[in-house]
């Protein structure tokens, strides 16, 4: 009994800690990986797209624009975007858990306040339409 309350709390746990960062997630084919993988050969189209659309304007600026600084900007958002939602997901723990450490915060005493109204309330019953609502 005590092994089957544990595993369920932790599953959940580690289900509300999502790691971004897993090998599922980012190498071979996972979700990310084959996003990764569409978005860098659309990646390529459009550049091409751009240096025709150059040549044909005959737009040198541009041209140099998409490649030294369109370009990198757009590898390092597809290679920096897993680290740096990892890091958010981080950042927003360590703030709730600040928050819901500290004794007699005004929002988890309105959390509980609201939680035992609710409780005391009793059930309720289900929403309805009827044709006078509308």
Known sequence: MVWVVGGVFNFFIDA???NVQADWFITGDGPYATTVSI???LLLLFLFAAIVQGILSADVSGM???IALDLP???LGMVGLVTLTQALIALT???SGHLLSIPGHRRV???RRFAVNDFRAGPR???SCSSSAW
């Open 64 to 66: 140099l624009r998409a």
């Open 93 to 95: 723990d360590a703030l």
């Open 73 to 75: 900007v757009s590898i």
């Open 39 to 41: 978005g860098g050969a």
């Open 109 to 111: 005493r309105r959390g």
């Open 16 to 18: 509300t800690d999502p």
């Open 125 to 127: 019953p289900p929403l």
